[in-house]
């Protein structure tokens, strides 16, 4: 975890206070459910809440120096509290092993975590649509392998950026419930030693589903699901991240990121504004993505399994969370304060002199019954011209000069494939589909 | 594709005829379509299946030879097909811009490949059951590090991995819906000179859904999920595959891969059977899952698109499916035939004297008033013994003679906890979690 | 491999006729040891290549049809030369274990491929220099973060992609040496049945080194270290194809892809060049660093060996080279025939207004005695009036109109820090680090 | 970085104090060099270095507090110095960059940490090599694929973990090298407002090489090599630590992890020793591994730089290089006090009735004139029912019996091809190959 690219809610879930709260949650439960079940007093349970009612402060350097001389967590852990509760703390951890306690809090935190990034999502998406709606109009050039192509409008963009990050958000939902599950099920998972009742309390009272059979661990091919699924949405916040760098380029400049008054963008050339934001939050991407292949490699634990997948997901379960977590609040920002210059849109999208309608006119010549191969040919030997002279002559005047086009397209027709309006009729067709309104 | 690594049917799905055929339909719906809305003639459209009706031979080296020329693929397919039809061919394409081809194609191809990817796992899941069935309970050591720890059956191991290939199955069907949608929108997705309803037909008879915003491509975060989706079958493939290849060690050959008579295990060691199968699984997840980050890599393609991923799913779209349908056949065959030790099951399972069952006893002496700390240690020391003696030494025997433990347990009682059968009571409960029958 | 991104060279080298060929050189430079060393007769060499200046067609079918019964290829193919060559072939593998023979064939194999690129980059370097002193000093705006920033030439750009090539070559040639290594030591690396005389003989006629100490193979952190630094050189290929790629953008459009008369840029807007080998050149970088993670994976082979990596090596082996051979070429080109244009880079270079010489005037005031700060605000002020006039405001003339400048400095003297070539005196410099010439 | 996987000398490099004191180094080293050319008065640099001399305590809250405000780090410093030092502070910086500082003081960083890895190489270099002369003669068999395959020693085991790590130093060493360049060159690389004599001067203070040509920033592919070399390195970490937890599995344990007397290795069964640390290991390879591909997607950057690679290095330069020396210091360890075990050795050597001699007696038929075919056929029949058996029956006995065998064989011969030191006849070779003595 780097501080600078992190915030405070996503971060306090992975701080040793809160794993320990869960671990008590999990064994509270679980107490209580082996009290009922007649294997442990009742009182033991209530021992716990009761403890636990008080408030009492996690102390993180006494848990962690007796686990220094245990060389094991959860012993450490739970001698702690028993410390703190006293006698009735032996009944805890009846028939578990440390797993039980690490894999189902693993299954809370990043469950949490999750519903922390479905509502930063769910933020982004309303930044979106509202820039949407405001540019759904607003023309702009469509631009393919960076060379202008027809004209879209910036809403347009905007609507792609929202399906995008609502396939996100389905896929955050389905990767929440890859991970959600709880394991109480013993030292190979065969729930010898304690009943399976009471991985169904404590699954029910954290909101889990019960893990269907868990060997030691919760298999990892649910955890490789779920960083997987980080690192599809972290590439679409590159992909919206790089965008935003190309319009702010010096000779595009249809958009920048909001510039602060005291913000010096270089030491040394004060007249730079820089698309700093969206170019860190390309690299957050890389680094939300680094977690990706080592998630597979968890997956295969030997036997019943192997801890090597531990150290992985101490790293990161916090940083690849965190690193989204503030990657899609960044880019939720950028985007809604986005400095967008129609003007300087429409100005690059006249730039070509025209050029971007000559489809139109391919199709208008092919429709009035000239060859494929004619209309193309007729219609790349003026582009041409234009391309050559840097914008500086019509395609329009060429055409209307091109007696081989004059002949099949009346003067007045070619002028109609110059109209812009032509290519945004659908616009509220793709909007409806996108955010189901207009 | 490594021929030697691939099977027929999910080869033939990415050659240039099956790639050409699903062209044509595209081609042919949408110009039926666009022969409906008036657009061009209806008598294109028919002419196109009438020649489609004489089931033609694709001339894929005449297409190549156009392409030469033309440096554009689906240009050199239409004249082909132009040359082919006749006059009435130059109304294909209408409005319609390559990407519309391609992308709408990739998304059938990787809808059938994820078809029998679908078949394959279902082939998997019934060879898994019917081994899970067979030995639910066929007792086996359950390892945690490596090291022995208490019994499992068989079956359940079976079980783990019928569980998690289920879970595959569950994600390739999602991934499957991620993919499989159709793009017709023309240029840079404005259906500037298409109707939309030309995207819905198609769509409609291709068994796709449409593609509700598209540039000029589909964007690629679905293909990212996809190939993701895969990595993470593949990484549930090696876990399987590594479990086989733990089994079939020489120390503990609890079970081997099937060896057919003809076969000769190395040029050197007659008498060896190697794992070859589940090793060469081993190696194939890491091909599949190399195709991973080129996906991720994918998204973030320049505005409305680039042509950077092109390349990369001519590799990888094949590679990964083709790859990852070996090795689920190849998977099947090794679980369906893998031969199965119980007696060598058992022999490992009591050589270490009886430790795995310390557990228990742990657990008894805490129920019976010991301290957790006093119960550790007296279990502890009378292991460390039956370790030391490389078990020869019974932890029983050791356990009955040492008097702190006596104390507090009747003889009897210490006895009834070496009993096996009492780790598989909840096998059945097991069983039904995840086959929904025991 | 995929045929369109291959060359012939580099694909001749992985046919298993190439296979077969070096597999008969090392067993028969095997034998001619084993025969000077008294183990088999001197004939049976003599046999061997006897036959061998026949120049024997290598039946590849034949070998395949073999290997289907006896499920080996080495087997099948030394059972195939036997056949050949008659009786004395029986004396061929003397002691040698499979992968004697497939390990250092790969070694042979890595080590051509590597010779092909290394060519390839001499290739490269060739074009990059007379590209370099070309434009050495053709000035063009330098950017950072996409943003005008001051004045370079085409030169230095073209200069750093030198040196970073050399780079590339420099690594190449240690990944070179990394893998050109011969293990002739039998079973699992004892020497036990062959004398290592026999290594050092194969080794020596093959131009590889001997393998100190091999398991049954060569260890794998050589060939990991090999496919990282193709990983390194395809990122480098990237870099510069996203050069072109940005140079080539309609509002840069400084460089352009070199674009063929016949060529079609799109079926329908004729009018468009798309950097499309660039393009490319980004995904085929992608390709080639897929081999870098498997490569890594492939390390931890289990004791003295698994055939985990074989399947990857099958794939990645030819995948690999081939594509970065023809990445390597197809960039040479690109860059061979890259259309530059001067006036468009000046242009570019001054429309902003000479807001690139900002950080001189900076400097200039700073030693002027005006404080850091002051001087930073003086600049800042003028410079955003330039920015928000788009380029229509000169920074020259408002600063000729700021008191608080003419103060500090006299009108002539900020007329100088607007000169171009106060920014190229140090080119000769840098060209003399990097080409050892100015 | 996570704290339990981190040592203290590693971590400080990364620490903000080390930073700020490399760049005031930087600092003040060019402005010492801007006053020998007269570009600022030389008691600006005396200035600095007298307050550097007083040893000043670095204020990171009071420099961060500044940045909070200009959101730029290196003006921030050069503000914060500015305070303590006075007036003179004011030449420093003159015509440099803040990428001149960063990128230089990150060359500085990775060299040094280059140096503490070279180190730890050297120092599990050294722990390998005593227990590889320790063992050079233990006999152990062999495995390849998992299966008994013919005799090693643990001292061969050894000696091929001691050529990989040597190699891994000599390619630290060359990482090393790539990484530490000093680039003072000004806004985008061109000198043209700083003397190359500056960049000389710190670079030669530094003990860095120069940069031949910077952009903006020192070239990303440099770091790329860098975090790929660790990448390699971390897979060796990687085979050992498997290598020690096959050995240390329940059936094999002819080796183990020190247990230190108050190590619990389970909450639940207390008789478990689990190989822990290499687990661990075999974990932390794969987050060092974690940093290679976004160190990759970092090289190319846009034009003459974008900021992408910043946060990515933010992560991963701590993290990998503190990781891995963590790692190495652990495997150091495990080897050091590794618990091995010749008897057990001897005893799984011997289990398989002397499968293991098999190759020897199949090459003497094969000499003795018997074909390939029939020596294998021989060989095989009788391996066969030894291996059916589980080791009960004894390979020699058996071929003493099969007159095919001793048709072609001697008694006598058949005996003496069951010696095991056989095996071992080139083990001091190998030895003098690896360490340059035996």
């Not at 949650?25 to 009182?43: D, Q």
């Not at 790089?242 to 990121?257: K, P």
């Not at 008054?261 to 939050?281: D, F, Y």
């Not at 977690?291 to 531990?310: C, Y």
């Amino acid at each position: 975890m780097v501080p600078r690219y992190s915030r405070p809610a996503m971060t306090a879930l992975w701080e040793p206070e809160a794993r320990f709260k869960i671990w008590f949650e999990i064994e509270a439960h679980a107490t209580e459910k082996l009290g009922e079940l007649g294997v442990v007093p009742p009182s033991a349970a209530k021992a716990l809440w009761d403890w636990w009612a008080t408030n009492p402060v996690i102390d993180v350097a006494a848990i962690d120096a007796i686990e220094a001389v245990t060389k094991h967590d959860v012993i450490a852990f739970l001698t702690w509290v028993a410390e703190q509760v006293g006698d009735e703390a032996r009944f805890m951890h009846q028939g578990m092993t440390s797993s039980d306690v690490l894999d189902t809090c693993l299954a809370v935190q990043l469950a949490r975590a999750s519903d922390l990034l479905i509502e930063d999502i769910d933020k982004l998406l309303d930044v979106i649509k509202r820039r949407a709606f405001e540019h759904k109009l607003t023309p702009t050039i469509g631009r393919s392998h960076g060379i202008h192509a027809e004209p879209v409008t910036f809403g347009l963009k905007m609507a792609e950026a929202y399906a995008e990050f609502s396939r996100c958000k389905t896929r955050l939902i389905a990767a929440r419930a890859e991970v959600a599950t709880c394991a109480i099920s013993g030292a190979v998972g065969t729930f010898a030693n304690i009943d399976p009742a009471v991985e169904e309390h404590v699954a029910q009272k954290l909101g889990l589903a019960i893990e269907p059979v868990s060997t030691q661990v919760i298999p990892r091919d649910r955890h490789a699901m779920f960083f997987a699924t980080l690192g599809v949405i972290a590439s679409s916040i590159e992909r919206l991240a790089v965008e935003v760098r190309h319009l702010q380029r010096t000779e595009v400049l249809e958009a920048e990121e909001y510039f602060s008054p005291g913000q010096k963008g270089s030491s040394a050339m004060p007249h730079k504004r820089n698309p700093v934001l969206t170019e860190n939050l390309t690299g957050l991407a890389r680094v939300v993505r680094a977690a990706v292949v080592p998630a597979l490699e968890n997956v295969a634990l030997w036997h019943e399994r192997d801890i090597s997948h531990s150290s992985v997901e101490r790293f990161f379960g916090p940083d690849a969370t965190i690193t989204l977590d503030f990657a899609l609040g960044r880019l939720t920002g950028v985007i809604d304060k986005l400095l967008i210059y129609p003007e300087r849109m429409m100005k690059n999208l006249d730039k070509m002199g025209g050029l971007v309608h000559s489809q139109r006119v391919l199709l208008a010549l092919t429709q009035a019954g000239v060859s494929r191969e004619d209309s193309y040919r007729y219609v790349q030997r003026n582009a041409m011209k234009v391309w050559e002279s840097d914008g500086q002559l019509s395609l329009l005047e060429l055409l209307k000069a091109d007696t081989d086009v004059t002949a099949a397209l009346p003067v007045a027709e070619i002028e109609d494939k110059f109209n812009l309006d032509y290519h945004f009729k659908q616009v509220d067709t793709i909007f409806r589909r996108v955010f189901g309104e207009a």
